[in-house]
């Protein structure tokens, strides 16, 4: 793969919150703190994916413009009011789901479930109260093989004022396109892959580039935010040229960080690493991909300037974010099996059907978006712990996600390492694993498969607190 030409790009997320919308009075008068909405509008637009040629994709931008190059990174607060305009301009029905925000229900972006859709030229207002801080993402929950598929995954930073500063931060969004020939589409999947492991991308970017370059000051700091927001691609993080330890996973800090040798995330995992860039100007470290033979490149950080001198031993943890703990003397145990089930076909969605049904959670393949879904896995107690037995039973990785709740790893067949508190689970070929949660959030909360073509293929369920 050519590297692209490096760019001045540090820095440059916070430039992200241009384009401020303010609201009419709705929103204002409701809540007073929210005076003002970000416009956030979904967009057919071009861009240039591939080498050969100009690909038409799908995306988000900020305001009124046309915006033709990746969804911006959404900045946020925690603990402040945030609020957004969605725009339709797409030609299709969308919406937006905050993937690892516990807000409320109204605001998740499931349609049927938690929302109407949203039609071309029409709109709908999200705000909310990010009650966690970390590196989180957001796209839609309509034909999301299309919609994702084709550009419609940003990343989300909710900072936190009490938390450590760095010399400079860089946010990568890791994704990839089925592209053929002269930067057209291909098949949007293989239903035998769908079956298995899920169908992989061809052109493989990080900000829709391939193998960017960027510079950061040599011998800082550097706080690396990566999402994978793929619809298939599990990637083995590691990096070369440098040395990095990982303070968060999937938004949440890590107890005590630890250095960074080889990480698997699933499509919907983010990690936060803290990188200590060498000391020589012109040095470059490397970010890549492990999994598999043959390693490639994801992206290079380049040095510029006189060495910082830090130490990356003097990185400490980032503050927890608060994630109630579940009691586990009192918890009601439930059993969430992960299973192949007899091929049939699945009923048409105005949210798009793949057309087969491959996968079921507890031995029912979910039956798409509809007005009328099939019953809840289990009904929750608002307050009550509880703890889910999950088990692969596929051979298979499955990165199971739950809207709205965070939980705890409690064990697992197939891990020593039990991470902090997550929204999605990377389960291994044939693991069975124990999570512990409180539901302490009340609403109709979907639990799915992350690889798209599983959780529209029937791995998709939902948990309901009353
Ligand atoms: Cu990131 Cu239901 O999804
Ligand atoms: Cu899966």
């Not at 929103?27 to 050969?52: F, H, N, S, W, Y």
């Not at 580039?209 to 619809?231: C, F, K, S």
């Not at 596929?394 to 990165?399: L, Q, R, S």
């Not at 999605?424 to 690889?451: K, R, S, Y």
């Amino acid at each position: 793969m050519t590297p692209l030409l490096s760019r001045r790009t540090f820095l440059q997320g916070s430039a992200a919150l241009g384009g401020a919308f303010a609201l009419g009075a709705g929103l204002a008068a409701r809540a007073g703190a929210v005076p003002e909405a970000q416009l956030l509008t979904a967009q057919l637009a071009k861009a240039q994916i591939a080498a050969d040629g100009v690909t038409p994709v799908m995306t988000y931008g900020l305001g009124d413009a046309v915006h033709t190059h990746l969804p911006p990174v959404l900045r946020m607060r925690k603990g402040e009011p945030y609020a957004a305009r969605l725009v339709n301009r797409l030609d299709e029905p969308t919406t937006v789901h905050w993937h690892g925000l516990r807000i409320a229900n109204a605001m998740d972006g499931v349609p049927e479930m938690t929302q109407a859709y949203v039609y071309p030229g029409d709109h709908f207002d999200y705000s909310f109260t990010p009650p966690d801080a970390g590196t989180f993402w957001y796209h839609p929950h309509c034909n999301t093989l299309t919609q994702m598929g084709h550009g419609l995954t940003g990343v989300i930073v909710v900072e936190n004022p009490a938390d450590p500063t760095f010399d400079a931060e860089i946010v990568l969004n890791l994704r990839d396109w089925r592209l053929g020939a002269g930067g057209k589409y291909i098949d949007p999947f293989k239903p035998r892959d769908a079956a298995r492991g899920g169908t992989y991308g061809t052109v493989r970017t990080a900000n829709w580039q391939q193998e960017p370059v960027y510079d950061a000051p040599a011998g800082g700091l550097v706080r690396v935010r990566i999402a994978a927001t793929d619809v298939t691609r599990i990637y083995t993080i590691g990096l070369e040229g440098a040395e990095a330890k990982v303070v968060a996973l999937d938004g949440n800090p890590v107890d005590h960080p630890f250095l960074l040798d080889r990480l698997d995330i699933g499509p919907g995992q983010r990690v936060d690493l803290i990188m200590r860039m060498p000391d020589s100007e012109g040095a470059g470290a490397t970010l890549g991909n492990f999994r598999g033979s043959n390693p490639w490149t994801i992206a290079t950080l380049r040095s510029v300037g006189p060495s910082l001198k830090r130490d990356l031993g003097d990185v400490a943890p980032l503050p927890a974010n608060p994630v109630a703990r579940a009691d586990l003397s009192t918890a009601q145990r439930i059993p969430l099996e992960l299973t192949a089930t007899a091929e049939h076909t699945a009923v048409p969605s105005v949210c798009g059907s793949l057309g087969y049904t491959f996968w079921a959670l507890n031995k029912v393949p979910w039956p798409g978006d509809t007005p009328d879904p099939i019953a809840p896995i289990e009904e929750l107690k608002l307050g009550k712990s509880y703890v889910l037995e999950i088990a692969n039973r596929t051979p298979h990785a499955h990165p199971i996600h739950l809207h709205g709740l965070s939980f705890r790893i409690l064990s697992s067949n197939k891990r020593s390492f039990l991470p902090p508190p997550t929204d999605t689970i990377l389960l291994l070929p044939d693991e069975q694993a124990e999570v512990a949660l409180v539901a302490d959030n009340l609403g109709d909360w979907v639990i799915h498969c992350h690889i798209i073509e599983h959780q529209k293929t029937g791995m998709t369920g939902y948990f309901r607190i009353i």
